[in-house]
């Protein structure tokens, strides 16, 4: 029997260990997915916006992994750092590791005035209005919330999400999963403007058209978009192909008829002109959501000890695909900022890692240990490649690792692993929760939703996810 363990159970990690029980190679193939959370599904659970139903109901395919009588949950186990299990001791009690950590850092802004008061990463927001029980009932963003005008700093899906999220009613937030604190400081938020920026142009952002079109529908809500910058883009100004007779992506093509539909007043409604002659849809003129492009952040401005704006530098396009500064700057008034610039990995301790890269160096998801493959120690996902692609991408990444994995299971199962590795993990004082306490934090979700009249609401703390996977009886 191959004994095999992977350490995190959001898309990489079950992807992963759907690719070992789906190989032939090893007939007899036994998979623990470990999680420092009581929770499963990783991003999907925590990263996803909660309106995004869909996206969000990619648990049930994650579940039935899961649910696989050769697979084991082990929540509430963390591997490196303090009180977790090191790589070392993780690696007496399997014949192989492979670790899917992700990217849980934010890039930073690296500007004046960055840590001031009212300035956060997207990623804490997220996590906030997510119920990630690191945050738990953290009072930030009801005080971020009183701002009247916010700038999100990056144009990916992400900075798109928390936009999204920070003009979307909280009323349509009921009937999801939101948690009863976060919803409450919705209710009383008083953001009215939403600035989405970027220091590139519009073929340049990372967002997808999906996501793009769903601001334009947001009830209560309007686009505004300034042509002028716009046709800075020289992807915009020649809409049937980048000079020299290249092609535009086809996700670049749509996202630009988009923002020109709103340009041109020709959204749904065809509202009249803003100032600086921008258009956007029709919608209630409670809310605005303001998409800049050209503008490099290069302070954050302070007033009474908080944030009170951003200065940017307006960039121009430099001809080989990046930007230039143009030696112009504008101020946009803001009391809360957030950073959507990106992840990254974070060093595991016990496990090689590149700064550089904010990676694990790996040949073919074989951890490289002074440039040499380490025995038994893999990696998939962003720990292995960086945070790029979409969660589909994950599956390819974990054929890859799994495949190297195989070709080493003759010489991995030549040695002895442990038994039962939950009990040596309970030995060492580490109380794992099992899928049946999964499945007890699921009940006590949905009794919570019950009875505010809504369906199920995630427990956002430590102590409520483990005192409910405790309570087997629920």
Known sequence: MLSVAVVGSGPSGVYTAQALLQQSLVPDVRVHVLDRLPTPYGLVRYGVAPDHEKIKSLQNSLRAVLEDERVTFVGNVGVGGAGGVSPARLAELYHAVVYCVGASADRALSVPG????????????????????????????????????????????????????????????????????????????????????????????????????????LPGARVVVDPVELALDPAYAAPDGLPGGLPLPAVVRRNLEVLRGWSAGCGAGAAGAESGGARGPAGDAGRRIRLRFFLRPVELLERGGRVAGVRFARTAPDGTGGVRDTGRYEDIEAQLVLRAVGYRGVELPGLPFD??????????????????????????????????????????????????????????????????????????????????GWLSIERAEAELGRSLGRGPVKIPDWAGLLAAARDENR
């Open 355 to 436: 700064p550089v890269r904010g990676t694990v160096p790996h040949a073919a998801g074989r951890v490289l240990r002074g440039g040499v493959p380490s025995p038994g120690e893999y990696v998939a996902g962003w720990i292995k490649r960086g945070p790029t692609g979409v969660i589909g991408s994950n599956r390819s990444c974990a054929k890859e690792t799994v495949g190297s994995l195989l070709a080493d299971a003759a010489a991995l199962t030549r040695r002895t692993a442990a038994g039962d590795p939950l009990a040596v993990l309970r030995e060492w004082g580490l109380r794992p929760v099992e899928w049946t």
């Open 114 to 217: 960055e840590n001031l008061p009212g300035s956060y990463s997207a990623t804490r927001f997220v996590s906030w209005y997510s119920a990630h029980p690191d945050i738990g009932a953290d009072p930030f963003a009801r005080d971020a919330l009183d701002a009247r005008s916010a700038v999100v700093v990056g144009v990916g899906n992400v900075a798109v999400d928390v936009a999204r999220i920070l003009a979307r009613g909280a009323g349509e937030l009921r009937r999801t999963d939101v948690p009863s604190a976060a919803l409450r400081a919705l209710e009383e938020s008083r953001v009215r403007e939403v600035h989405i920026v970027g220091r590139r142009g519009p073929s340049q952002a990372r967002f997808t058209t999906k996501e793009l079109r769903e601001l334009g529908a």
